[in-house]
């Protein structure tokens, strides 16, 4: 199954390297990989995988993966924010928690980056 999995991620299947992504972070059934399971999130959220992009909004608010970094977590829950997709209401939640920690130039540094966003194939 991880095989087939990894196949279909190393073909650009974004839901494939988001779950990928999630097996190597949790070390299900395989190695306990968290920073191959960071760079999956990476290559899903890229392409616009919402789920990815929440995940490394949590990844980077939290610091517990790689180190702490707000600007990078509200650039990514902002972007899943203005998807409006089923995510869009617990990146706002996750983001309101978020938001008094950020000096006024890491928001702006982040929207800036938020609009900038676009998908890449």
């Not at 988001?18 to 760079?39: C, K, S, T, W």
């Not at 980077?60 to 995510?87: C, F, H, N």
């Not at 706002?92 to 980056?113: D, I, K, V, W």
Request: proline share 2%.
């Amino acid at each position: 199954m991880v095989a087939d999995l990894e196949f279909q991620a190393q073909g650009g299947d974004a839901e494939a390297q988001f779950r990928l992504g999630q097996i190597l972070m949790h070390g299900l059934g395989v190695a306990f990989d968290e920073a191959a399971g960071l760079a999956w999130y990476h290559r899903a959220a890229a392409q616009g995988y919402g789920r990815a992009q929440f995940a490394l909004g949590e990844v980077y608010k939290e610091g517990r993966v790689t180190p702490q970094d707000l600007v990078q977590a509200s650039m990514w829950l902002t972007i899943v924010m203005a998807g409006g997709g089923e995510l869009a209401l617990a990146a706002r939640e996750s983001h309101n928690h978020l938001a008094p920690y950020l000096t006024s130039g890491q928001s702006q540094e982040a929207t800036s980056r938020a609009t900038a966003w676009t998908p890449s194939d």
